[in-house]
Structure formats: structure tokens, C-alpha cells
């Protein structure tokens, strides 16, 4: 069936540091894919989204290519800073149905 | 503004007894999801509706229900045959894309979650 798989948190970074999470994804035909992003004590806020192959998301410096060949979306910063902790799950929705399938989640602490 | 609302924001529940969870949007999205997040761990489909009066079970539908009586709102009722039901509740909804009529929705929409405790 489908499914996410997404690098294993925590991760702590320093502040200015280079941010790559990792997601990989099984899935029949071409599904759209997504990123999520959850403060604490929150919901999830949508924080980029790819709908099909070699499309590039990106939003508040974040960006991740969806790479058909690789099947993955992996998520990057350049410059990461304190207000970027959070969680962040990667997620995809095939075109026919209407289920969405999550990773578990990434955790990032930026220390200053 | 148009968004979801979640209430309460924090409920606590006694064993044995149900509580509902309210979620409402006015964004005018067809479809609406309920899932549950424990801590540390991902996102698990409780329920999902597509539209009014149809529903779905998803993953862990077990000890739970929900009604779908008009398109803003879609309430999740906890039972007290849930037997694990501390956890943060959220509720999301999503539009139908429907640009090439194969059913594709875009992305899905957030409430800020009901955490649910059981004393």
C-alpha cells in the first residue's frame, strides 16, 4: 500500500545551519506530495507542496523537488533559525481517492 | 477568515463516560478527517467523509463515531469502548481539485487540535 517513510528525529541544528530532512514514498501512479509543519500544542500548517514530478515546492526559504526516479522529497533549508523548531511531517495523496498517507514526523530544535 | 475550529481546545474525560470533539469549517470543502496523534508518532485516520450523510472508517475507526448531518461541520464522539483514548485530536479538510474528474483533492487544512484526557 502507500506509504511514507522519513528520516528519524530528533535532529538539533545551529542556527545558519544547512536543513535536510529526508522523506521517501511508496505509491502506485503519481501521487501529490507534502510538507507539514506543527509548533507545539498545535495543528499542522501546510508548508509546501509538489503535484507532480521534477515540480520544485518551496515557502519560507524551505524547498523540496519531487524526484519521481528517486521517489523522494526530501525537504531543505539553507539557512535555518530558531523559529524553525518544530515538527515536520511528509505526506502524499494519490489522484484517485481521497486518503492522505503521513510520515511519523521529524523533530528539529535550532539552538541559537 | 476562513479556517477550521476545534473545540474545546483541552477536555477531560472520566473512564466509562463519551465526549464529542467539535470541528467546523467555512472554507466549503467537501471532504473532512479526523486523525489522531500520539506523543512522538505520526498522524493515524480515524474517520473520513467525502460528503454529507457518507462517511468512512479509516485506520483505528474502533470506539469512535461520527456524523456528517451538514458540510461545515463534522463531530467525532468518543466512546467509552475506546479504551486508549488520551491523545491530540485533529480535524482537517480538504477541496476538491476538480480540475481532471478523477476524484483529486488538494491539500488538506488543519484545525489546532483537541487534546483529549482521560482522568
Known amino acids: 500500500g502507500d506509504s511514507v517513510t522519513q528520516m528519524e528525529g530528533p535532529v538539533t541544528l545551529s542556527e545558519e545551519a544547512f536543513l535536510t530532512i529526508n522523506c521517501t514514498y511508496t505509491a502506485t501512479g503519481y501521487p501529490s506530495l507534502f510538507w507539514y509543519v506543527q509548533y507545539p500544542g498545535e495543528g499542522l500548517q501546510l508548508l509546501l507542496k509538489?503535484?507532480?514530478?521534477?515540480d520544485k515546492g518551496s515557502n519560507k526559504g524551505f524547498e523540496a523537488t519531487y524526484r519521481k526516479e528517486t521517489t523522494s522529497f526530501h525537504l531543505e533549508k539553507g539557512s535555518v533559525q530558531v523559529s524553525d523548531s518544530a515538527v515536520y511531517f511528509c505526506?502524499?495523496?494519490?489522484?484517485?481517492?481521497?486518503?492522505?498517507?503521513f510520515g511519523t514526523g521529524t523533530s528539529l530544535t535550532v539552538i541559537p | 477568515d476562513g479556517g477550521i475550529t476545534q473545540s474545546p481546545k483541552y477536555l477531560f474525560r472520566k473512564e466509562g463516560q463519551n465526549v464529542t470533539l467539535s470541528c467546523e469549517q467555512n472554507?466549503?470543502?467537501?471532504?473532512m478527517y479526523w486523525y489522531r496523534q500520539d506523543p512522538g508518532q505520526g498522524l493515524r485516520l480515524i474517520y473520513y467523509?467525502?460528503?454529507?450523510?457518507?462517511?468512512q472508517k479509516g485506520d483505528i475507526a474502533e470506539g469512535y463515531s461520527v456524523s456528517r448531518e451538514k458540510k461545515e461541520s463534522f463531530p467525532l464522539t468518543v466512546t467509552s469502548a475506546q479504551k486508549n483514548p488520551t491523545a491530540f485530536y485533529l480535524c482537517?479538510?480538504?477541496?476538491?481539485?476538480?480540475?481532471?474528474?478523477?476524484?483529486?483533492?488538494?491539500?488538506?487544512?488543519f484545525g489546532p487540535g483537541t487534546r483529549l484526557t482521560v482522568l
Open positions: 505526506a502524499l495523496k494519490r489522484n484517485t481517492g481521497n486518503q492522505f498517507y
Open positions: 472554507l466549503n470543502h467537501d471532504a
Open positions: 482537517a479538510s480538504s477541496a476538491h481539485a476538480g480540475t481532471s474528474g478523477t476524484g483529486a483533492y488538494n491539500e488538506q487544512f
Open positions: 467523509s467525502q460528503i454529507v450523510n457518507d462517511f
Open positions: 509538489a503535484t507532480k514530478a521534477d
